[in-house]
């Protein structure tokens, strides 16, 4: 069974640096073809991509914050960490962590399943 | 970047055909995913690669495609069916995007 926790800090302040993890189990990042992503959502707003890590160590990110992302995993640990910079009362949002799921002989991709995400919010 | 529209609002009674479509450029030549997220919790993939629905989802959601749109339908649809919906596809060059979501209110 596949599963995704994530973790940090609930209250970060303005200018500050946000590090998120993500612990999965029920697989490998080390595995071919595996990647998980980062999805956010500011409070009753749209779901919006931030970020995916390949299980070669490809990276994707979101052209709109591409400049403030990194995205990382540690494979010892089965985590995936993803940072960003520069935080603005903007980015308070629950942040989750997917599975990208494959499709049969690698045709199509999706997120399944899903943390359960963690609110994160900017405020002095 | 490429874009994905979806209708804010559709309100269907119980028992009714919902429909809810997803618009973008980029959907002739790539797969559309969509995804139920009910008040609270981690969104859930319903249809993948337009028109597949994952083990464990009810028959009663199908998904179609025709060119620039693909279209979620909810055939019969159920008071636990109300949640937001969201459209999600990826570009060629490995960026993933999200509609901005549609909610389906149950009458």
């Known amino acids: 069974q596949i599963t995704l926790k994530e973790s940090g800090p609930t209250l970060v302040r303005p200018t500050q640096t946000l590090t998120l993890t993500c612990t999965i189990s029920?697989?490998?990042?080390?595995?071919?073809?595996?990647?998980v992503g980062w999805i956010r959502q500011p409070p009753g707003k749209a779901l919006e991509w931030l970020a995916l890590?390949?299980?070669?160590?490809?990276?994707r990110y979101s052209p709109s914050l591409k400049s403030r992302l990194t995205i990382t995993r540690d494979t010892s640990k089965n985590q995936v960490v993803l940072t960003m910079t520069n935080m603005d009362p903007v980015d308070t949002a629950t942040y989750y962590c997917?599975?990208?799921?494959?499709?049969?002989?690698?045709?199509?991709?999706?997120?399944?399943?899903w943390g359960q995400g963690t609110l994160v919010t900017v405020s002095s | 970047s490429f874009e994905l529209t979806q209708p804010p609002s559709v309100s269907v009674s119980p028992g009714q055909t919902a429909r809810i479509t997803c618009s973008g450029d980029?959907?002739?030549?790539?797969?559309a995913n969509w995804y139920q997220q009910k008040p609270g919790q981690a969104p859930v993939v319903v249809i993948c690669?337009?028109?597949e629905r994952p083990s464990g989802i009810p028959e009663r959601f199908s998904g179609s495609s025709s060119g620039t749109t693909v279209t979620l339908t909810i055939s019969g649809v159920q008071a636990e069916d109300e949640a937001d919906y969201y459209c999600?596809?990826?570009?060629?060059?490995?960026?993933?995007?999200f509609g901005g979501g549609t909610k389906l209110t149950v009458l």
């Open positions: 997917a599975h990208r799921a494959l499709g049969v002989r690698g045709v199509g991709s999706w997120f399944d399943p």
């Open positions: 029920g697989f490998s990042l080390s595995t071919s073809e595996v990647g």
């Open positions: 890590i390949y299980w070669d160590d490809d990276k």
């Open positions: 980029a959907l002739p030549k790539q797969y």
């Open positions: 690669k337009d028109t």
């Open positions: 999600q596809s990826a570009d060629s060059s490995g960026t993933w995007v």
